[in-house]
């Protein structure tokens, strides 16, 4: 989720406030344990914009720190920036709660349900974007493939349009500790009314995971735009560190 502005803007990158993606990630239904902590930093370029502007590169970093409050709760806070022609802009914050269903429930599959809320500003305005998003999260393992599906709605508040639906989907084959898969991203426009397939916006990356150390997550992607407003080209880089308090 993080930034929109509009329908359009929305479309041409994958975020519920603004006009850009801060963060590309497809979520696993596992929550952080109790007494544990992650910190992640989020980054992204265009290396080739949407046709319509394809000399639009800024690169994105977001930091993202989620704590383990319980063993099914945990609590995440994001800080956006943006660097564009060599300064640094700083853009907004959002709190993400998330709750994962127990294993002692025994459902065939992970399941968990994540929330955001916050702002973003808009970098060439003084406008600034509340949102929300909620994201349902599936996973499912089977040997040694992974498959993620996140059905997310988001809204953006200064708009007054209802819930926009913006699929994400995740899978993966594991040999040994490297991980090799795609990942998928979209955005149909309203939940209820689909925009036109031309106004919808489609980004498929090839990713690659690495499993090498349990405190590290390593996450790599080169993404193809598939419609005319989605970034031609999108590089991104998820890194990330896990800390135990005890």
Excluded: C
């Excluded at 992650?38 to 993202?64: M, Q």
């Excluded at 390593?218 to 031609?232: A, Q, Y």
């Amino acid at each position: 989720m993080k930034g929109r502005l509009n329908v359009l803007a929305l479309l041409a990158s994958f975020s519920v406030f603004s006009q850009e993606a801060y963060e590309i990630q497809v979520y696993a239904s596992q929550t952080m344990p109790k007494k544990s902590m992650i910190i992640e930093l989020h980054s992204n370029v265009s290396a080739v914009g949407p046709r319509s502007n394809e000399s639009f590169r800024p690169l994105h970093e977001t930091l993202e720190v989620t704590t383990g409050i319980t063993d099914n709760f945990e609590f995440g806070l994001y800080v956006f920036t943006r660097v564009n022609n060599g300064r640094i802009e700083y853009i907004g914050n959002n709190i993400r709660p998330r709750v994962m269903a127990p294993g002692k429930w025994k459902l065939p599959v992970g399941l968990s349900l994540s929330a955001e809320l916050g702002f973003e500003k808009d970098a060439d305005s003084s406008l600034t974007n509340w949102g929300m998003e909620i994201r349902p999260i599936i996973d499912k393992t089977i040997g040694k493939w992974y498959f993620s599906f996140n059905p997310n709605f988001e809204k953006a508040f200064q708009n007054g349009s209802g819930f926009e639906f913006t699929p994400n989907f995740k899978m993966y084959y594991l040999i040994n500790t490297v991980a090799a898969g795609f990942e998928y991203y979209g955005n149909v426009g309203n939940a209820v009314e689909w925009s036109p397939g031309k106004q919808q916006f489609h980004q498929l990356y090839a990713v690659m995971d690495l499993f090498a150390d349990p405190r590290l997550e390593l996450n790599f992607g080169i993404g193809r735009g598939l419609t005319n407003i989605s970034d031609v080209w999108n590089i991104k880089l998820l890194l990330g560190w896990r800390i135990k308090w005890t």
